[in-house]
Every structure is written in C-alpha cells, then in structure tokens.
C-alpha cells in the first residue's frame, strides 16, 4: 500500500536522519530536528531506540516539552526517563499535564522525590493531584481528568454562548457541558452541537439529556473502556455515590486502556509484562523471562516424571520414545484454541452462567469431533510409517483421550482461574500445557504399557 | 470490584431474565424486554447465546432496530443474521445505516441478493453505497462515512452559526467543520469549540486550523488507527489524491479496528479466526481449527523422525527419552516470549532498518544468559534426580544451544515472515515451535549419541 509505505518512511526517515547526525556527533543538528518534531512523534522515536541514543535524545529534547512527550510513552520507558530528572525539572515538567498523566508520573516515584516535586507545585496543582491519587489504579478515578465545564439548568442557550466566549478556549476533546445544580450533583448533558443547532433563546433545561449516563468512580477500566465501546462515547461524566460531579473520561485515554489491555493478554500469554520494553537493556528482560521459565521448567519435568513412570516400556521399545512426543503437542494446541476462546469470551463481558455451560459442552464436543479425526490420521501416519498396526491403535486411542480432555481443559481453566481471581491470560496456558502434557503421555505410555506386554 | 460486578451483572440479569421467558415460551414478553433494550446491549446478548436461542431472540427484535443491532455484531455473527433475513427486509433495515456498515453488509451478501437490495434502495442510498463499495476493504476509504458538514472560508462565525441552526442536527460524533474551495478541496477546519468561544464577527478564514492532517483514501485501516491513537483525534477527514474532501473517519470505528486488529494478533497466535463467534455451531468451529492442527501434526511428527535419526541412543537409554521434551519445551516459551516482543515491536511500528539488527543481537543475548542460567539449573536437577553427572553435562549442553537458537530465531523469524508478506502473528508461532523442536531434539540426542557411546 502507497499510503502505509509513506506513513511509516516518515518516522523512519525521521529515525534514520537522527541517527546519522548523533553518529557525525552533530547534535545541534538533532536539537534542531527534535525541535520541529510533535511530542508523539518524539515518543515513537524514544521507544524506537537502544538504550544510550535514548539517553542522549532525552537530553537534546525542549524540556518546554518534556511532559507533553512523557504522556506519550509506554509505563516502562516513562520510569526509565523519569529516573533521569531532577526534582525541580519534575516539577516544572509536570505542570502542564494532564490530572491522570499527572497522578501516574507521582505514582511512580519513590517516597523522597515524591514529596520534593510535590512541595515544588503550586497549590492549585497539588491539590488537583492529591485528589487524583486518592483514587487507585486501574479505575475510573485514576482516568479522569477533572476540566469539566459545568453550567447551571435555569439559563438558555444565548447566556452560555457568552459565558463560552468569555472563558475562552475548551478543554481539548470537550463535546459536551455537563449541567449541575448547587450542590455539584450531576442533572444533564447539552452537547456542543446542541448548543449551535438550537435557537439561542431555548432553556437548557428543555434540551439537556437527562437520560446521560455516568459513569461511577470506583469503575474498573476495563469496565469503562466497554462502556464507551459499546456505546461510542466521546466522553463520559464521572460522578461519586452520591451523584456529584467529579470529573470526566475522554475516549483518548479509553483508547489507551483498550490498547494495554489488549497488550496484556498477548504479552501475558507468553509470559511476558505488558510494560516490556522492547528496547530495555539486556539484563533486566532476561531477570523478567526467568519466572515464567522456571515455571516451565518445573511443568517439564513434571512431564518428564511421568515418563519416567513407564521406563521399563521406554527400555523396550525405542519407537514409542520416538512417538511420544506428538500426542502432547497437538493436546496443547487444541487446548490453546479452546483457550484463547473463553479468554476472548470472559474478556468481553459474555461468559454468564447459564452459556458457560453450554460453552463447555460445545467445546468439548470439538475436543471428540477434533480427537476422533486426529487419531484416524495418526493411525493411517504411524502404519504408513512403523508399519505396526496395534501401535497405530494405541496412539489414535492416546489422541482420542487427549484431545478430549484438551477441550474440556481450554473451557474450564480460564474460568475455574477466574473464580479464583487469577488472570487467565496470565497462568492459563501455563496450565493448560501442564494437562495436555501430561494427560497425553499417561495416555500414551499406559495404553502401551497395557497392550505392548512386559 | 463492585462496579464492575454491577455492570456485568445487568448485562448478565439481562440475559438470566430473557433465557427464563424464552424457556417458559413467554415470547411477547420477550418481545417486550427487548423492545426497551439499546441496541448495542442487544448486540451483547445475541453474541452471548447460544445459535438456537440467538435465532428466536433474532425473530423477536424490533425490525426498526436491527439496522442498528447489525452495526454492533461481530463479523461472523453479522454473517448468521443476514442470512436469515429477506431482499426486502434486507433493503428495510439498512437504510438509515452508517455508508461503511451497508457497504460491509452488501459486500457479504451473494451476487443476486446484492442486486435485489441495492435495487429495492432510493437513489440517494444507491449512489452513496456503490461509492463506498469502490473502496477496497481495510482502507481508510471503506473505513469512512460521507456525512460530513462543509463550510466555506470567506464567511464569519455569525453566518456559520445561522447556517448551523436552519440545518438543525449534527452527524454523531461531529467535532470539526471542514473548510473547502469550490472543488471541494479541503482548505482546513473549524472546531465546533472554536465557534463557541470566538466572537461572532470572527472570519473563518482567520482562525480555521490550515495544518488540519487529512487522510488519503488508500491508506490502510491499522495504519488509520495508528494516526488516530498517536495523535488523539477525535475524527479526521478522509480526501483523494488531489486533496478533494471525500468523507470522515470518526474515532467510534477506529476503536473497532484496535479491537479487530488486537483480536487477530491474539486469536492468530492460537491460530484462529478472528471473526470467530464463541457460540458459533459445533461443526464450523472444528473444521476451521482444523487447517491449524493439521499443520501442527506435521510439526510433531518432523520432530518424531528427528528422534527416529537416533533410535540407537533411545534403545539403549530409557533415561534420554525421559528427559528428552524438556529442552524443545524451555525452547518454545524462551523463543516465543522474542517472537511475541518482535511482534508487537513491528505492529507498533517500532521497527526500521537499524534498530532491528541492535534487537536481534540483544535477543540472542537474552538467549544466551537464559541459555547459561537453565543449562545450570537443569544440570543440578538431573544430578540430583538420576546421580548421572555425563547425562546432566549433556543436557546443559543442549539446554544452551537450544536457548540461544530459540532468542535468535524469535527474533529473526517475524521479520522475515514480514518480508516474505506473510502474517508473523499467525504463522509465527508454528514456525518458531518447529525450529525450537528440531533443534532441541536434534542438540540434546546428538549429544547424547556422542558421549554416551554406542
């Protein structure tokens, strides 16, 4: 595609450019580049670099922008900058963001700095952000900004077009003012385009929406970003348990959600931290990687003591060592398929009580359908192959029972690890590959055990 | 979390309610129940039953919504329904829907259904759709809706204001006038927040944001998405090559793309459908997942005839082909978190010429720390389980070999499964499986054949 090769040359080119003039040493030149670049184009830059053209990039940026930029980037190379400012130039940084960007970058400072950028803000913004922080992670509290513009029930149109242009300028991504009474509580919604379509002598009153819908403070993300997808919200009220207006989400920041969310699974299915960064050093991913690796490492042998159980068959016959290894491996991705489907499904909100079951049963009717074609074609590979018809048989019955018990595993386990309050994209492969494992070489092993003779 | 429990659980009610009025064949109540729903919430229950209860809930809907409830359904559940649905019901319904929902509608119908459709619309909607359908499908063009509102430069606010108010109602989520010459050619854009707070004497011309980025009609949707989420627009307009103003794209269909496009990546990685419908029927589901472990059988009995090469260490050795499936399986997780990395790297753009090579290098190493901490880890675990200091030797060995092939061909084989075109998301994994299998088998038995004499 023209358009995507063009799109894309430009942050290349960018890159290329920036590369060439930090090599000759020219870094007034790439002072200049930065300069006319936009603070996400600058993010993309940073998050395109090894580690040292990092460091010297970050410090050739117009520190006007610096906080614009730190909007911008992943968690992990946010804490990795941020590491590398003083105080002061924290607190000069952080004066322009955002509530929500603002919260985040405090968050993650430990106690000391924290206190010494927040003594360097001016009053207004400690006050904003201390109340942001009161609200935990991964909530509706923690999303929102609180820039509402809020306007009062018993005027017309004509008096808030005034007081419009007499504030001056919105906050970016407002598209509507919310209407509260004296006690801040939540009333309505008028749109923007309410507010230029109607005559300018309509009370607000009559055109406000009162059927808007709000969203609660203690709301998860995830929940939130749902509500905007399946309504198309641009934005949304946040009020209290009582209805007051606290601040509001922008569908910029729900697009952030969604995109880490989905990054989370992903990542998560492999082991991995959302927050990896693709460029951290070296050390620090390896130390990441080791967890989930000694997790499988301990799946693996747990494996290999079964095997272990059925040494003596192993001992006799070479084939079925040589064998073994396939009844496991299509159990695991025939498990994974199931898996990555409930996932997807509790992801989405769909996944009740009643479907559950039926989602069960569907699944592990594949697990029959997928284990009957399988063990024929295993069969017909291993006479082709070995020329041994019982051993044909006892691996297509190995098939047959593992790719069953592949189905009902992919179903049950991310929703067992959800009543259990554990990520499912987190441990459920992890769990998953355990089962089929080992429920594939007890099968094989034993039925050759039982038929193959001592 | 209780607000996420109270949201879930009224989708849930929802649904417990329908199912027991539905089992109880108290049908106009069901009619009743759905009548007062919001279609997107509709949408959410018919992906969440079953196929036969999806059908009669199907039968049930308003006929003046299900324009509306298509919209929000996924691909292969919008397939089902419209299936079931006549020419002219068809013709009915899609009417009043966005041009790039008809278009994906009429796009999936057959030949002579789609002539019947498009023969029962009124001209207007003939026209607008035949436009949208010369786009090619994942373009910016199939992406966006025609409904945009023009102004002209050389007017004041006042004028556009009066314009506003005799028009009376905006498009959703419209946020920005665009400016056009006489050819229709796009001059900038004036944002509704803009006519709210400047005086009414302002010239558009003066404050009308000439910088406004535009978006080619041949650029793709996920490159789209991309532009959206770097620069947190709202809506952009879409214009051809001449820079004519064609139409807009609003951020509602953007967040369906993220959604499709993170979907596929991990659905793809299990080697599935992204349109896949959770409820889909039994026998669908398992043929599609068919191609998958087929390709997979083919994997596992690669990796068999590897074991067959060394038949002779097996027969003598019952202990190898015990510990034979640990270093493929420490391979797979190793080389699949790189793959899972390098993936997202390259969907997020961060990929060029020179930061790939400083990426392969800094995987391999990964691999090769890893290669060295497990080679040490499973060496003490086989001492310590078979007091056999040779055997721990050898597998250390393989388990090294084994880690640094599988950070260099994670690393490695996305890129080039970009550059051969093919999808690394799905056909990565398979592929990497393969090569840490294969090594591993080959490193491990090889040794083992070596040392342990014959």
Redesign the interface.
Known sequence: ????T???QT??DH??HL?QALDSGLFVHVREMLHHM?P??IA?IL????PKTRQILWQLVDHAHSGEILE?LGEDMKDQLISLMSPTHLAKVTAGMDTDDLAYVLRSLPDSLYRQVLQSMSVQDRTRVEQALSYPDD??GSLMNTDTVTIRPDVNIDVV?RY??Q????P????TLYVVDHQDCLLGGVT??Q?????SSTGIISIMNRQLESI?V???D??VA???????W?SAPVVDDKGKLLGRIT??D???V??ED??H???G????DDA?D??GP??K??GR??L???L??L???L??SV??LF??T??KF??V??????V???GG??G??T????I??IA????????TR??IV?EL??GV??GL??AG??FI?VWLWKHDVTLGLLIAGAMLVNLTAAGLAGAVIPILLKKLHIDPALAGGMVLTTVT?VVGLFAFLGLATLFLGH
């Open positions: 595609m023209p358009a995507e063009q799109a894309q942050a290349i890159l290329e590369n936009a996400a184009d993309h998050e395109s670099s090894p911008e909530t509706a077009l419009l242009r504030r001056g300028e919105l970016k991504a407002t598209d923007l385009a507010l230029l379509t109607y005559s609660p203690t709301m998860t995830s929940e749902k509500l905007f997808e399946r309504h198309d641009l569908i910029d729900v697009v952030d969604i995109r989905a990054e699974s992903l990542m299915m492999a082991g991995m990896e693709t460029f070296v050390l991913s390896a990687r080791s989930w690796l000694s499988n490492l799946t693996a042998l494996a290999a095997s272990n040494e003596g192993l001992e070479a084939t060592a040589i064998l073994m290894t396939i496991p491996s299509m991705v025939a994974n398929q898996l990555v489907l409930v997807r499904g989405l909100g769909h996944l009740g009580q009643r479907n039926w989602l569907k009717l594949i359908l997928n074609l399988w074609l295993i590979a494992d």
